[in-house]
């Protein structure tokens, strides 16, 4: 589990393909991969991944051929930033909201605008998500935990604090990026629960 509170900016500073799957070596600036052992998980922009090869500068990661076809992760190359999230440890803040590291679907940016001291994103998300979206509610974007402020259809948008920007790579989206999107736990729940097809 994570809280979608990105602790780090990493970089790709290698990429082997293996057959159909991907080994990715990613180098760390500020997180400290000190407590970290081979098969610890580690969310890279929102997808867990198990942490191997680790040392102070980086670890290294296997990618399925699964997760790059349905994840960003399929398009990064050598010099990709991605944020970095280890996994919640009994007694951490939850800063954030409870996130899986399963990404739900894709999503694209629509359109990227000032907000004051603040930036307005809106995005795409596919038919089969929109209904988990709700204003006020949560959303995980590349990793980062993000509040929605407005629902349409098929898109949302959401504000990013001059902090956010600094320090996960959402500062750097542009109209047409693809991104990924993991919908709030808790309206999954909600939705099986008021399902009337579930055996009571």
């Known amino acids: 589990m994570f809280t979608g509170i ?10 082997e393909r293996h057959g159909g799957d991907v080994r990715l070596r990613i180098a760390v600036d ?4 000190a407590a970290t052992r081979a098969g610890d998980s580690i969310a ?14 980086g670890f290294s990661a296997d990618v399925s051929n699964e997760t790059l076809s349905l994840t960003t992760l399929g398009a ?29 679907g894709l999503g694209e940016v629509l359109e990227v605008r000032e ?6 994103m809106r995005f795409a998300c596919p038919p089969s998500l929109a209904k988990y979206f709700a204003r006020k509610g949560s959303v995980a ?22 902090h956010t920007q600094a320090v996960t790579t959402l500062g750097e989206f542009k109209p047409g990026r693809r ?3 993991e919908v709030d736990q808790v309206a999954r729940y909600v939705e099986r629960l008021l399902d009337p097809q579930v055996a009571r």
Do not use: M, W, Y
């Open 6 to 15: 990105v602790q780090d900016v990493g970089q790709i500073v290698t990429l």
């Open 44 to 57: 890279v922009s929102g997808v867990c991944l198990t942490a191997l090869e680790i040392d102070t500068k």
């Open 76 to 104: 990064l190359e050598v010099g990709s930033r991605v944020n970095l999230e280890p996994a919640l440890k009994a007694g951490d803040a939850l800063g954030g909201h409870l996130v899986s590291g399963h990404v739900d």
């Open 115 to 120: 907000d004051a001291r603040s930036v307005r």
């Open 30 to 33: 500020r997180l400290s991969l």
């Open 179 to 181: 991104v990924n999107l």
């Open 141 to 162: 974007i590349d990793g980062v935990s993000l509040t929605i402020n407005e629902v349409g259809p098929t898109e949302f948008s959401v504000n990013l604090i001059p």
